[in-house]
């Protein structure tokens, strides 16, 4: 099982960047997506995540409306468009996956989890 983030990197208040997560080792269409993000010295926030059947969204308080979560099942990859950055976005960013998540920004809920992106937000 792997999962792969990327697309990670810097960016100036106002920027974009959009990050992919790539699957590999379970039936990924089964398995709702999630992102995350931390800082040092803080808990995992949750940051977005999408369904299986209907695909549906779900997102954090901080992003919503700035950043949109989508997944492509044929090349089992999701991504998290990051537009609007704040320096309050710099984080390192996770991508999980579950196979329910009832409380979807709930880290427990996730099974696989793959290494992080640092994503950093800086004029």
């Known amino acids: 099982v792997q999962l792969q983030a990327s697309g990670g990197g810097f960016a100036q208040p106002g920027g974009s960047l959009r990050l992919s997560c790539v699957a590999s080792?379970?039936?990924?269409?089964?398995?709702?997506i999630g992102w995350f993000r931390q800082v040092p010295g803080k808990g995992q926030e949750g940051v977005a995540c999408?369904?299986?059947?209907?695909?549906?969204?779900y997102y954090g308080i901080p992003v919503k409306g700035r950043f949109t979560i989508s997944r492509n099942n044929a090349e089992n990859t999701v991504y998290l468009q990051m537009n609007n950055l704040k320096p309050e976005d710099t984080a390192v960013y996770y991508c999980?996956?579950?196979?329910?998540?009832?409380?979807?920004?709930?880290?427990?809920?996730?099974?696989?989890w793959g290494r992080g992106t640092q994503v950093t937000v800086s004029s």
């Open positions: 999408i369904g299986i059947s209907d695909w549906s969204t």
């Open positions: 080792g379970f039936p990924f269409e089964d398995y709702v």
């Open positions: 999980a996956a579950g196979l329910v998540a009832r409380t979807w920004h709930d880290p427990d809920e996730y099974t696989y």
